[in-house]
């Protein structure tokens, strides 16, 4: 937010003075004097002396605007809180309103104020980037700022910087409430003074400090003579040279004000400062230099002065310089540095530009913030947010060597009037490891998306290793995470969180699955009768099944693909295959399944089931194999997609392909007394598992082969063998490899019915003449995805 006052003080001191003036009150009078005389302490008072004798708009309106100048943000508040309650209050009003509960930390106030205003209003908040406030608060970070003991103190203290001896030097004004009479600091940070006796804010002059590395803490006397105001130190590490701002008494017969100035000075083996000089651009009867940094790789001094032809206020500027400490002519920071505003205490480290600013959006007063710095060209302005920033005065950045990041501010957790912080680390260490099914990480970069908070606040990750990622998070807050990769499953964490969390690491493992498009999940056969293509009644059973499930799960989608025998033509062959193919998906239709989820093959005669091609004689119920229709569901059918994992599927090892495969109720091939071969009805039964096999090539098949009991050991074990060769031989010729089919003959060992036991009927030892098929690797049906299984 750019600085309100920057504004409106002007238009606004100016008309208040034109309609208090008339007031009949003497206090408001005495008050008013006060506030033309920039004596704003007692001119505060007598505003709170004359609103306690009769509250008027007049008298609240003061006060609330001496105390801002004072920078007493509370009283501020409360008395602009009474001020916009009069039926006098203004647009401008409300502004001050606005910005002094923002300073003050009601937030609650300040967006409240923000809803209740008009739409013609709000145009002028968001001409002075007061909107951007709500930005920030959803943007809050969980880092902390904990004020320097020793240093702080119940005055101002700010600008802490260290020598290369491990000396702290920095500005106070802890000498105590100077004497009315005193020449003092007026709150504007231009370190003016004026010859004017009512020119006072209770404030003593400043001063330069140093704590030596024991913590003793002793006056720093800058050697220019008749200095009321000495700041802004900056010491060197590679020379023993010190730079600050000092404001100098300068006498002269009339009014007048005299402004800051920088001077810098060579230090002794004891830290001493011997002589002095001034920067070339100094001219304190014109305007002030202040806040000086150097950049000693570069040999450039770098400093802030309101001096004729900038971009408004106080502008940033360079001076290069010699060995010998000769300075060329200043160069303006230029329009994306410096603004209409005022721009302060530069500081650069680390490719980075640091500075504060009160005219650059942010959160109010002053804020600091940072621009990469590359080919002496910066890369855009960034406000560093909180908690750097705070609705008060934040400023000085410094950074160490030791990566110790200090700032002062005068925000409500200030003892004095501003008091100096340093950044404490809050942030927990995160770290992801992604993991592909095989246990290796996955390679190539990865889509994160981190949050935090219920505001959904995006943080940073960092993937500076394959399949590992680096953030930092705020304590005691819940976070999300997200990880997308082409042709993966998106992994996503919900219940993310640093709460209760009493190391400085959080550690996950993530597990990453390639999507398998095109799995087929389930498979089917129907059959027809000669030249129709009508759906049979036995065929109603499967199509049911494969409609429910495609309704059920959007992830599946239909192959269909149907045949002919080999009687009449080909062109005949091929419509009439298409014919069963619509018959198929308007059967499904009827359940409402799209007709975009079904993709439909015709294939007439040309992949037949047997040998009964044309000019073969086949048996006529041998021409009922090729009759056919093919059923193929699949799972993730779009190539490239990027599937999320359904939620039926959310418990489920998709690193095992066989888990998203739904159990296939397998045929028990049966055989006629002393007999080992197929019936038609049998090689259809095979057909179905052939055309499972074919397509779900994780799958492997255990044969195992029986007789009854009637006959030796030996005989039927020879007979149970010949029972399960049978079955292998013509999945074999089905193209099923011949590792992917175990067989096993038990003889009469394994009775479905113990006919030894009791006397068994023909049909009972029908039943113990068979081969039964199993998969080994078939998951639990009770852990089934699908509805069907589950119930």
């Given at each position: 937010?750019?600085?309100?006052f920057t504004y409106?003080?002007?238009?606004?001191?100016?008309?208040?003075?034109s309609?208090?003036?008339?007031?009949?009150?003497?206090?408001?009078?005495?008050?008013?004097?006060?506030l033309?005389?920039?004596?704003?302490?007692?001119?505060?008072?007598?505003?709170?002396?004359?609103y306690?004798?009769?509250?008027?708009?007049?008298?609240?309106?003061?006060?609330?605007?001496?105390?801002?100048?004072?920078?007493?943000?509370?009283?501020?508040?409360?008395?602009?809180e009474?001020?916009?309650?009069?039926?006098?209050?203004?647009e401008?009003?409300w502004?001050?309103?606005?910005?002094?509960?923002?300073?003050?930390?009601?937030?609650?106030?300040?967006?409240?104020?923000?809803?209740?205003?008009?739409?013609g209003?709000?145009?002028?908040?968001?001409?002075?980037?007061?909107d951007?406030?709500?930005?920030?608060?959803?943007?809050?970070?969980?880092a902390?700022?904990?004020?320097?003991?020793?240093?702080?103190?119940?005055?101002?203290?700010?600008?802490?910087v260290?020598?290369?001896?491990?000396?702290?030097?920095?500005?106070?004004?802890?000498?105590?409430?100077?004497?009315?009479?005193k020449?003092a600091?007026?709150?504007?940070?231009?370190?003016?003074?004026?010859n004017?006796?009512?020119?006072?804010?209770?404030?003593?002059?400043?001063?330069?400090?140093?704590?030596?590395?024991?913590?003793?803490?002793s006056?720093?006397?800058v050697?220019?003579p008749?200095v009321?105001?000495?700041?802004?130190?900056?010491?060197?590490?590679?020379?023993?040279?010190?730079?600050?701002?000092?404001?100098?008494d300068?006498?002269?017969?009339?009014?007048?004000?005299?402004?800051?100035?920088?001077?810098?000075?060579?230090?002794?083996?004891?830290?001493n400062?011997?002589?002095?000089?001034?920067?070339?651009?100094?001219?304190a009867?014109e305007?002030s230099?202040k806040?000086?940094f150097?950049?000693?790789?570069?040999?450039?001094?770098?400093?802030?002065?309101?001096?004729?032809?900038?971009?408004?206020?106080?502008?940033?500027?360079?001076?290069?310089f010699?060995?010998?400490?000769?300075?060329?002519?200043?160069?303006?920071?230029?329009?994306?540095?410096?603004?209409?505003?005022?721009?302060i205490d530069?500081?650069?480290?680390?490719?980075?530009?640091?500075?504060?600013?009160?005219?650059?959006?942010?959160?109010?007063?002053?804020?600091?913030?940072v621009?990469?710095?590359?080919?002496?060209?910066?890369?855009?302005?960034?406000?560093?947010?909180?908690?750097?920033?705070?609705?008060?005065?934040?400023?000085?950045?410094?950074?160490?060597?030791?990566?110790?990041?200090?700032?002062s501010?005068?925000?409500?957790?200030?003892?004095?009037?501003?008091?100096?912080?340093?950044?404490?680390t809050?942030?927990k260490?995160?770290?992801?490891?992604?993991?592909?099914?095989?246990?290796?990480?996955?390679s190539?970069?990865?889509?994160?998306?981190?949050?935090?908070?219920?505001?959904?606040?995006?943080?940073?990750?960092?993937?500076?290793?394959?399949?590992?990622?680096?953030?930092?998070?705020a304590?005691?807050?819940?976070?999300?995470i997200?990880?997308?990769?082409?042709?993966f499953?998106?992994?996503?964490?919900?219940?993310?969180?640093?709460?209760?969390?009493?190391?400085?690491?959080?550690?996950?493992?993530?597990?990453?699955?390639?999507i398998?498009?095109?799995?087929?999940?389930?498979?089917?056969?129907v059959?027809?009768?000669?030249?129709?293509?009508?759906?049979?009644?036995?065929?109603?059973?499967?199509?049911?099944?494969v409609?429910?499930?495609?309704?059920?799960?959007?992830?599946?989608n239909?192959?269909?693909?149907?045949?002919?025998?080999?009687?009449?033509?080909?062109a005949?062959?091929?419509?009439?295959?298409?014919?069963?193919?619509?018959?198929?998906?308007?059967y499904?239709?009827?359940y409402?399944?799209?007709?975009?989820?079904?993709e439909?093959?015709?294939?007439?005669?040309?992949?037949?089931?047997?040998?009964?091609?044309?000019?073969?004689?086949?048996?006529?119920?041998?021409?009922?194999l090729?009759?056919?229709?093919?059923?193929?569901?699949?799972?993730?059918?779009?190539?490239?997609r990027?599937?999320?994992?359904?939620?039926?599927?959310?418990?489920v090892?998709?690193?095992?392909?066989?888990?998203?495969?739904?159990?296939?109720?397998?045929?028990?091939?049966?055989?006629?007394?002393?007999?080992?071969?197929?019936?038609?009805?049998d090689?259809?039964?095979?057909?179905?598992?052939?055309?499972?096999?074919?397509?779900?090539?994780?799958?492997?098949?255990?044969?195992?082969?029986h007789?009854?009991?009637?006959g030796?050991?030996?005989?039927?074990e020879?007979?149970?063998?010949?029972?399960?060769?049978v079955?292998?031989?013509?999945?074999?010729?089905?193209?099923?490899?011949?590792?992917?089919?175990?067989?096993?003959?038990f003889g009469?060992?394994?009775?479905?019915?113990?006919?030894?036991e009791v006397?068994?009927?023909?049909?009972?030892?029908?039943?113990?003449?068979?081969?039964?098929?199993?998969?080994?690797s078939?998951?639990?049906?009770?852990?089934s995805?699908?509805?069907?299984?589950?119930q």
């Amino acid at each position: 937010m750019k600085n309100i006052f920057t504004y409106l003080i002007p238009t606004l001191l100016f008309g208040f003075l034109s309609v208090s003036a008339t007031a009949q009150s003497g206090l408001l009078r005495y008050a008013d004097r006060k506030l033309a005389e920039e004596n704003y302490f007692e001119a505060g008072q007598g505003f709170v002396d004359a609103y306690a004798r009769k509250p008027t708009y007049q008298a609240a309106k003061g006060a609330a605007m001496a105390f801002d100048v004072l920078r007493d943000y509370p009283k501020s508040y409360n008395w602009w809180e009474k001020a916009v309650a009069f039926a006098d209050a203004d647009e401008n009003d409300w502004l001050y309103y606005i910005a002094a509960a923002n300073r003050a930390g009601e937030k609650n106030a300040v967006f409240a104020a923000l809803d209740s205003l008009k739409s013609g209003e709000y145009d002028a908040i968001k001409n002075l980037h007061l909107d951007s406030l709500q930005y920030w608060y959803r943007s809050e970070g969980n880092a902390g700022l904990k004020r320097l003991e020793g240093i702080n103190s119940s005055s101002t203290e700010f600008g802490w910087v260290k020598d290369q001896q491990g000396r702290i030097y920095f500005t106070s004004d802890r000498g105590g409430e100077s004497d009315r009479e005193k020449k003092a600091l007026r709150i504007d940070k231009g370190y003016k003074y004026y010859n004017k006796s009512s020119d006072w804010t209770g404030r003593d002059y400043l001063g330069i400090y140093r704590m030596e590395e024991d913590g003793k803490v002793s006056p720093f006397e800058v050697p220019v003579p008749e200095v009321f105001h000495a700041s802004d130190p900056y010491v060197l590490q590679e020379q023993e040279v010190i730079f600050y701002t000092v404001t100098r008494d300068i006498r002269r017969p009339k009014n007048y004000e005299v402004h800051s100035e920088v001077y810098f000075s060579r230090l002794d083996d004891a830290g001493n400062p011997g002589d002095f000089r001034g920067l070339p651009v100094n001219a304190a009867l014109e305007y002030s230099v202040k806040s000086p940094f150097v950049d000693e790789s570069n040999n450039r001094l770098y400093f802030s002065s309101d001096m004729p032809g900038g971009q408004g206020g106080f502008d940033l500027y360079y001076m290069a310089f010699d060995d010998d400490f000769e300075f060329q002519e200043p160069v303006n920071l230029g329009p994306l540095v410096n603004s209409e505003g005022n721009e302060i205490d530069p500081f650069m480290q680390d490719g980075k530009f640091y500075f504060a600013s009160d005219g650059h959006p942010g959160l109010g007063g002053l804020d600091i913030f940072v621009s990469d710095i590359s080919n002496e060209a910066f890369a855009g302005v960034k406000n560093m947010g909180l908690p750097y920033n705070s609705p008060q005065d934040d400023f000085g950045f410094y950074e160490t060597a030791e990566n110790r990041v200090l700032i002062s501010s005068n925000r409500p957790e200030s003892s004095g009037w501003d008091d100096i912080f340093e950044l404490e680390t809050l942030y927990k260490d995160f770290q992801a490891l992604v993991l592909g099914c095989d246990g290796e990480r996955v390679s190539g970069p990865l889509e994160v998306s981190l949050t935090e908070g219920a505001q959904k606040v995006n943080i940073d990750v960092n993937q500076e290793e394959e399949g590992m990622l680096l953030a930092e998070m705020a304590p005691d807050q819940d976070h999300e995470i997200q990880i997308k990769k082409p042709g993966f499953f998106a992994v996503q964490d919900k219940n993310l969180t640093t709460k209760g969390l009493s190391s400085g690491t959080l550690e996950k493992t993530y597990q990453m699955v390639r999507i398998p498009y095109n799995t087929a999940v389930h498979v089917d056969l129907v059959y027809y009768n000669l030249d129709e293509s009508a759906i049979r009644s036995d065929a109603e059973a499967p199509l049911d099944k494969v409609a429910e499930l495609l309704k059920s799960y959007s992830f599946l989608n239909i192959v269909v693909r149907s045949h002919t025998d080999a009687r009449a033509s080909e062109a005949y062959n091929e419509a009439l295959s298409e014919k069963r193919a619509d018959a198929v998906r308007d059967y499904l239709g009827k359940y409402g399944v799209a007709r975009s989820r079904i993709e439909s093959e015709w294939l007439g005669e040309t992949e037949l089931a047997n040998d009964c091609g044309d000019g073969k004689p086949c048996p006529e119920d041998y021409h009922q194999l090729n009759r056919r229709t093919e059923l193929l569901l699949l799972a993730f059918p779009e190539e490239g997609r990027a599937y999320q994992i359904p939620p039926e599927l959310q418990e489920v090892d998709l690193c095992d392909i066989s888990n998203i495969q739904i159990p296939e109720e397998l045929p028990t091939i049966y055989f006629g007394f002393d007999k080992a071969e197929l019936k038609v009805e049998d090689m259809m039964a095979l057909e179905r598992v052939a055309l499972m096999l074919r397509n779900m090539i994780n799958r492997r098949l255990a044969i195992m082969g029986h007789t009854d009991s009637r006959g030796s050991a030996a005989y039927n074990e020879e007979l149970s063998k010949r029972r399960a060769l049978v079955v292998k031989n013509y999945l074999e010729g089905k193209g099923i490899a011949s590792d992917r089919l175990v067989y096993e003959f038990f003889g009469k060992t394994k009775p479905v019915n113990d006919c030894d036991e009791v006397p068994c009927t023909p049909e009972m030892h029908q039943r113990n003449r068979r081969t039964e098929m199993v998969l080994p690797s078939i998951p639990n049906p009770k852990k089934s995805w699908t509805k069907k299984q589950d119930q």
